[in-house]
């Protein structure tokens, strides 16, 4: 890759670190869409002991991946989430993955189709922990963030993503016992 190809790619993705999600941190102010990105890549690093028979490696670049189209839509809330947006978001992943070299290109796409798809192991997986870190940001961030919808959204959120292993449906139980005690203590 050019050097002034890759300065321009970073550019635009850069807008993934000023772009905030429907997601505060604990301590008190939103989270950009890179820090959830990066926290959801420690989490599929961490876990690789649990799966080893997955490519874990193809799993992290999923996890820095999946929402680079928010560098140029913004993040809408996945309970907001229309049609449209989707359809906006997978232009800007086309628009953004234009940028790259060919090569680049292709192995990116291929991990925005795999992931779309959500067919492979490894696709699962980083699904499950995709929703999985959206609700332990939550349960982290104080309850007054929370719209009145979440109270119920928090306790199931990603329960069916997170069936089609073990691991993640054990995972899923802890974070769903942390927002019930949440729930409970506010």
């Not at 192991?121 to 332990?136: G, S, T, W």
Request: with cysteine; hydrophobic share 35%.
């Amino acid at each position: 890759m050019k050097a002034r190809n890759l300065i321009d790619f970073l550019g635009v993705i850069e807008k993934l670190k000023c772009n905030t999600r429907h997601s505060w941190t604990s301590s008190g102010r939103q989270e950009s869409v890179a820090e959830h990105s990066f926290r959801l890549a420690v989490m599929a690093m961490l876990c690789k002991d649990e799966y080893p028979e997955l490519n874990i490696d193809k799993v992290i670049k999923m996890c820095l991946i999946h929402d680079f189209g928010e560098a140029v839509t913004g993040d809408v809330p996945s309970f907001y989430k229309t049609d449209k947006n989707e359809k906006e978001e997978n232009d800007a992943i086309n628009y953004l993955l234009s940028l790259l070299p060919d090569a680049a290109q292709k192995e990116l796409s291929d991990l925005f189709l795999e992931m779309a798809e959500s067919i492979t192991p490894e696709a699962k997986l980083y699904k499950a922990l995709d929703n999985a870190e959206a609700v332990i940001s939550h349960n982290e961030a104080d309850i007054s963030t929370w719209l009145p919808l979440e109270l119920e959204l928090n306790l199931t959120y990603g329960e069916e993503n997170c069936q089609w292993s073990e691991w993640t449906k054990e995972l899923r139980d802890e974070i769903k016992k942390d927002t019930i005690k949440k729930i409970e203590n506010s």
